[in-house]
């Protein structure tokens, strides 16, 4: 049997199906990842036994190559217990959904700007509206020209994360010169040099006791995401082009527009599993789990798992009509409570895909260029980052 992590490699998002069927398609099922031990957990038994902080640790999970170029050297997200706990209420406080709202509400005059293109990429149109407003708000403001080669290069880390060749090359390029921008930030701020506005996220960071270099991981912990959001976006406006005929709901009835963006989150793909390492001895769906051993929580295969979604591969916003998806059920950004190892921007996400959705809905769009997505690539997308055209004589 291959090693998952050469399935991953080879076959993406398609690879744990595969690798289980290989194991004999059991659930909870038993593989190898980099020749350690890993079990496979899906659904939301399987996250709820993942997201238990006595079972599973998240240090030294991640493999170093993969972890250091997407979070950065001291990031919170390869932390535990207390150190994990502090960490994360500093960045739940910088992200809360009030101090947000003036960034969603920049991104959306950015994007009504943008949509009166008649043609455009999404994904580079995103990034260019996402990335100069997350540096703004975060109190890194720059010229326009500055402010979207920065984001670029943040969209560059994300881009190669998945290892998919020159593109993996270039994200080490990107890390390694976002790493040395922050920390020069991050260091004018505190000598005085650089004065952002008090409540920013770069002034509070720098009034941590944070080191220096771990205060600028965390804040480009707070810009790379945002800008990462430009992936989701641009499966939303493939969503919207696909059923014109639920445009209408998005852009008159914002409880719609939000059901539509759990939706997007639900079935776009990003990330196809995260890793966990396990503390002790247990069992989970009759595998027993040993101390060492690595957990791999299969997200792909829990967001489109049909014991808990109807036709799951049917794109169906009404699914959310009720309210907010189960913190198990669906985890796109992570699961369990906010306080624990779920994407502190998961509440910045799911409003940037409102805002992004609320504009392009005033429009009717068709895809203008081949909309192939490559399902072997990670992360993926449309293929040219979907370029889209306005329809005439369609305003709303």
Known sequence: MSDLSLRLLRDGYAAVARDRLAHGGGDPYVTRLLGRRTVVLRGAEGARAFYDEELVRRHRAVPPPLAWLLFGRGAMHALDGRDHRVRKLLMLDLLDEDTVAPLVDDVARRLESATEADELVVFDTLVRCYGPAVLAWAGV??????????????????????????AYVRAWAGRVWADRWALRVVKETRSGRRRPPKGSVLERLARTDLGDRVAAVELLNVLRPTVAVAWLGTFAAGALAAHPELADHVARDPDYRRAFAHEVRRTALFVPALAGRVRGSTEVGGVELRPGDRVLLDVVGTDLDARYWEAPAEFRPERFAGGDPDRYAMVPQGGGPPEGHRCPGEPLTVRLLEATVAMLARRRWEVASEAAIDLARIPTLPD??????ALAGAER
Do not use: H, K, N, Y
């Open 141 to 166: 403001p720059l010229p326009a020209p500055q402010a979207v080669a920065v984001s670029r290069r943040l969209a560059s880390i994300v881009d190669g994360f998945g290892f998919a060749g020159r």
């Open 384 to 389: 040219g980052g979907l370029r889209i055209r």
